[in-house]
């Protein structure tokens, strides 16, 4: 039996996606770990601001992931990277289907699900051999949640890639985390006093009775890309949520 592949330099980690929530809790953890982190995102105060927070190697890169050029001109400039964690998100999509505006859920797959796959295919000559790829989706591509028919397009698009991308990228390992509801930014284009509303009756409802916080999803992205042995899985991490739904 062959021993698995070490190194022993500083592992490089692009999140991408990286300056709050759970892009941001992941390249804490990594970090933490001793690793040379960069973080991407549109907004270069926030930005400025967890690359402050997070400390140690870390660096922030300003791009706009729905703009192809400035995902090509980041990777042409990045260095090799060991994992690639993305995070970006757009939030168009979703809704009850009966009054779904098919653009808006166009301008989702142009928000996340393009934005995602571009990503992974300008980092591949980046990418060590021995290297991850992590897509952050969503829970509700399999929960039948109500009002997500749009999201679960979205994100079961990019689930359904992972495991053929697995295989057919080998030896890079290819995995997904699945995120149920996880009280960050994301949420607050919802009215504080609704979102609140929301969370306590998604809290009755989810098994371990509350909403996620973003290190619990972090924890999953950085343990599917640190353990060489785990590939072309999409993991749940929702408390359980979605299997009040049957799924
Ligand atoms: N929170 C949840 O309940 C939940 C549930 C299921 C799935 N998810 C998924 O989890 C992922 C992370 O979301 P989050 O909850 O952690 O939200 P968040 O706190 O809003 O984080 C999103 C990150 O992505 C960056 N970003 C968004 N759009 C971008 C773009 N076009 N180009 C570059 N950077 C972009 C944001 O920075 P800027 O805004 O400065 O660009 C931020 O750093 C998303 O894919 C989301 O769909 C979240």
Redesign the pocket.
């Known amino acids: 039996m062959s021993a698995p592949h070490t190194t022993s330099r500083t592992p490089r980690v692009v999140v991408?996606?990286?300056?709050?929530?759970?892009?941001?809790a992941t390249a804490t953890l990594f970090a933490d770990a001793g690793a040379e982190v960069v973080v991407?995102?549109?907004?270069q105060n926030?930005?400025d601001a967890a690359v402050a927070r997070l400390g140690g190697k870390t660096t922030g890169h300003r791009?706009?992931?729905?703009d192809p050029a400035q995902i090509e001109a980041f990777f042409g400039q990045s260095g090799s990277i060991d994992h690639l964690v993305i995070?970006?998100?757009?939030s168009a999509g979703s809704g009850s289907f009966a009054e779904l505006d098919l653009d808006q859920l166009a301008a989702g797959f142009d928000?996340?699900f393009w934005?995602q796959i571009r990503i992974v295919k300008a980092a591949l000559p980046q990418l060590e051999p021995n290297g991850s790829i992590t897509l952050?989706?969503?829970?509700?591509a399999h929960a039948a949640f109500p009002g997500t028919a749009g999201l679960a397009a979205i994100n079961g698009a990019l689930n359904a890639m992972v495991a053929p991308l697995a295989v057919e990228l080998a030896p890079i390992r290819v995995n997904a985390v699945a995120?149920?509801?996880?009280d960050?930014?994301?949420?607050e284009r919802v009215p504080e006093q609704q979102r609140r509303a929301l969370f306590d009756g998604l809290a009755g409802t989810t098994p371990v009775g509350r909403v996620g916080n973003?290190d619990e999803p972090a924890r999953a992205v950085h343990m599917l890309a640190t353990n060489g042995f785990v590939n072309g899985v999409v993991l749940d991490v929702t408390g359980g949520a979605n299997l009040a739904t049957g799924r």
Do not use: C
């Open positions: 991408m996606g990286g300056s709050s929530g759970i892009g941001e991407t995102g549109r907004d926030k930005l791009l706009d992931a729905t995070a970006v998100s757009g928000g996340k934005p952050i989706t969503a829970a509700s995120p149920g509801v996880i960050t930014e994301w949420w973003p």
